[in-house]
């Protein structure tokens, strides 16, 4: 993957927006704010999952450079699922509960998202998750950052129906048998 200026730039703001809309939750210590790092280091999806992490982590130290937030330093939690989905939930408990970040920032396909809501919904936390997503889910303790179908995949069939796109009128929607491209079918 890789990382574009319009990325970055939506990481940085959801990093900031998520830290200042946290801010009061965030005391965890009296100069430190702790954000959770949920992403795979390790197994299939550590070469899209780890680029994430980096993001996170150079946006941390940028942050840091600038005085923190609210005069208080960030402090990056990185924990490494695998690339196990049950793992994804064990992992987000130990960030929130033990660890007592204040905000997490991860996961990156729909099943592991979606095997980590009850640990939010439960401890009453929150989760930036950061790629698109089948919509069709709308958490209070999640802010999807990423795209929905009706964002990404109707206008992309809306152009190849038109005559710039030029005027499909038939095609296959391939995809895994996966969350995302099940619901988008």
Known sequence: MSVTRRFML????????????????????EDT??????????????ISETTLKDVMLMLIDEQNKKGGLLGKKLEPVVVD??????????????LIAKDKVSVVFGCW??????????????????????????GEESERNVFYTGAAPNQQDIPAV????????????????????????RTTN
């Open 10 to 29: 939506r990481a940085a703001g959801a990093l900031v927006g998520g830290a200042l809309a946290l801010s009061s939750f965030a005391a965890h210590a």
């Open 33 to 46: 704010i702790k954000i959770g790092i949920l992403h795979s280091l390790s197994g299939t999806m550590a």
């Open 81 to 94: 699922p695998a690339s196990n989905w049950p793992l994804f939930a064990e992992k987000a408990r130990e």
């Open 109 to 134: 396909t729909s099943v592991s998202r979606k095997s980590v809501l009850p640990v939010f919904k439960e401890l009453d936390s929150i989760l930036f998750y950061p790629v698109q997503y089948e």
């Open 158 to 181: 809306d152009y190849l129906m038109s005559e710039d796109g030029g005027s499909v009128k038939r095609w296959v929607l391939e995809g895994t048998d996966y969350v995302y491209p």
